[in-house]
C-alpha cells in the first residue's frame, strides 16, 4: 500500500472512530458532522469524500474490521484447522489502530452504556445491516478459497460466514448487556470453540 492509500485509510479510521467516540459519549442526535470532523482533524468536506452520513461513519469501523478479518483469514497457514484461523482472524481485530490510542477509551463501563444506546438506533442499526451483508460476502469469499469451495455454487463458504457473522452478532449483544461486564476478546475466541464443537448442550 502506497503512501497515499495509507493515509486514506487512515483518515477514513480516524473519522469512523470520531463518530463513535462522540455518539458515546453526547449520543446520536447531539453530534454533528462539524464535531466529527474537527475531532479527526479534518474537514466537513473531508468528512463528505468519505461518507454519507453519521450512521455511514459509524457503520464503517465494523465492516472494516470484518473485511480486516477475512485479508487475515486469507494470510493464516494453509496447515490450521478452519475454525482455528477463524478464531485467530477475529482476534486480530481487537489490536487498536492509531486511531484508538490517540483517544483511548476513559471509562469503559460508561462506554458500554453509550454503545448500547448507540447501537439502538434504528438509522444505525440499517447501515449495519448493509456494512454486515458486504463484510459476510467477503468471508465467505475468503472461506472458499481457505476450503477449495465455490461461494457461488456450494452452499458451505456461505454457511460458515453466516455462522461467523451470527456469533459476533451474539457476542456483542451479550456484551452490552452482560452484569457483571464481561470481556470481548473472552468471549468471541468461547463462541467460536463451542461452534467447532457443534454447539453441545453445556454440562
Known sequence: ?????SKKVAT????????????????YDEVKVEDIAAAAG???RTFNNYFSSKAEAIAARQLDRFLEVSAELRR??????????????AMAQFQPGPEVLAHPVPDQLQWTVGLRLMMAEPVLQGELLRA??????ELAAAIAERTGTDVKHDFYPNL????VTAINA?????????????????LLPEAFTRAAAGLPPPT
Open 1 to 5: 500500500m502506497g503512501l497515499r492509500e
Open 12 to 27: 477514513r479510521a480516524a473519522l469512523s472512530w470520531a463518530a463513535i467516540r462522540l455518539t458515546v459519549e453526547r449520543g
Open 42 to 44: 479534518v474537514s466537513p
Open 76 to 89: 493464516r497457514p494453509p496447515g490450521e484447522s478452519l475454525w482455528t484461523a477463524i478464531t485467530a482472524a
Open 132 to 137: 454486515g451483508a458486504v463484510a459476510e460476502a
Open 160 to 163: 460458515v460466514a453466516a455462522t
Open 170 to 186: 451474539a457476542t456483542v449483544a451479550f456484551y452490552l448487556r452482560a452484569d457483571p461486564p464481561v470481556r470481548m476478546d473472552t
